[in-house]
């Protein structure tokens, strides 16, 4: 049991320390709003791209095998999205927070807690694996996210087909999903392997990705919004860090999954509320203040929440 806690606190804590730094910094004012703004930006649209495109390129995986992880994940955030529509139909009144309730229980953070989580549990060849899990898995939660929180509109020039629009506009332009499909297009072509001035570029990028975008998320949480969670927030950041976790592992034991790929599937989805989930929420009419209460707070608690399973399932032999 011993070796299973020191395996959880390494995956953990270092992203802990790195969100605590940027905490500390936006409390000593040496970084701004704009800052956390720009720096996010440069993340998402330049770091993480290079992040996921040379761990695809550069890994020895076989996808093929990783088809059952990529359907248990798929599996899992449907029945966590069904089960939350469910409820928030049978208990929640107000539209503007059903959505946002819907979207923090099923959307998780896969694309900078998540994977800074696997990375330091397996290494590369664990990036190279939740890269591909995370490029298909968002792509499910952007059109579920919209289904969802398009129940607010009340515009007449919001229908399906604007909709439906705005999600494949989201997908064909989203510099994460661009990166892997043209990782998978440079595999598939067998091209030579990419070396030199533009690997090492590359690879500088990438080493900015994940600290930079822990800093940055420790530095935008807010504690007031944290400890005044209403008992919508509270009832969602439990979904969020108890029940996802625990469907998680029940499907992927379902299907058969076991060592890095049950690893891989828990800590995808054990992970906090995903920060794209406020930016939504406030475009398209919801609650922005329940979103930004979910998002604090499974934030931080969540963390501890992936630690301790992730001691669990060690002890179990399972990851």
């Known amino acids: 049991m011993t070796a299973a806690i020191i395996f959880a606190i390494t995956i953990v804590l270092p992203n802990l320390f790195l969100m605590g730094l ?21 993340v998402f649209n330049y770091c993480l791209p290079c992040l996921l495109f040379f761990s695809v390129v550069d890994s020895e995986v076989d996808y093929a095998k990783q088809m059952v992880l990529i359907i248990a994940g798929i599996v899992v ?21 059903q959505g946002v309730f819907v979207q923090g229980i099923f959307r998780s ?25 995370m490029g298909v898995v968002t ?30 506009k989201k997908l064909f332009t989203n510099p994460l999903i661009i990166a892997l499909v043209a990782a ?18 590359g690879d500088l990028l990438a080493a900015v990705a994940l600290p930079l975008a822990l800093i940055c998320a420790g530095a935008s949480i807010d504690l007031r919004s944290m ?17 996802a976790p625990v469907v998680a592992i029940a499907v992927g034991l379902g299907f058969g999954l ?5 690893g891989v599937l828990f800590l995808m989805v054990a992970s906090p509320t995903a920060a794209a989930s406020y930016v939504m929420a406030k475009a398209m009419g919801g609650n922005d203040i329940l ?11 969540g963390m501890f929440g992936m630690a301790i399973g992730a001691a669990i399932l060690r002890a179990m032999g399972l990851i």
């Open 139 to 168: 792509i499910l939660f952007n059109i579920l996210a919209v289904i969802t929180l398009s129940r607010v509109s009340k515009s007449t020039d919001d229908t399906w087909l604007s909709r439906s629009t705005m999600i494949v």
């Open 22 to 42: 940027g905490f500390f910094m936006q409390r000593r004012g040496e970084v701004s709003q704009a800052f956390i703004d720009q720096a996010s930006s440069f």
């Open 77 to 97: 955030t449907f029945i966590l999205f069904i089960g939350s529509e469910l409820y928030a139909n049978r208990f929640i009144s107000k539209p503007a927070d």
């Open 258 to 262: 076991s060592g890095m790929h049950m």
């Open 184 to 201: 998978f297009a440079y595999k598939a072509l067998s091209l030579p392997p990419i070396t030199g001035v533009i690997h090492k570029t």
């Open 227 to 243: 400890l005044h969670l209403s008992g919508l927030s509270m009832q969602a950041s439990i979904g969020r860090i108890v029940i």
């Open 291 to 301: 979103a930004a209460n979910i998002l604090a707070f499974t934030t931080v608690v």
């Open 109 to 133: 953070n896969m694309a900078i807690i998540g994977l800074a989580t696997v990375a330091n549990a397996y290494g590369e060849q664990g990036l190279s694996i939740g890269a591909v899990y």
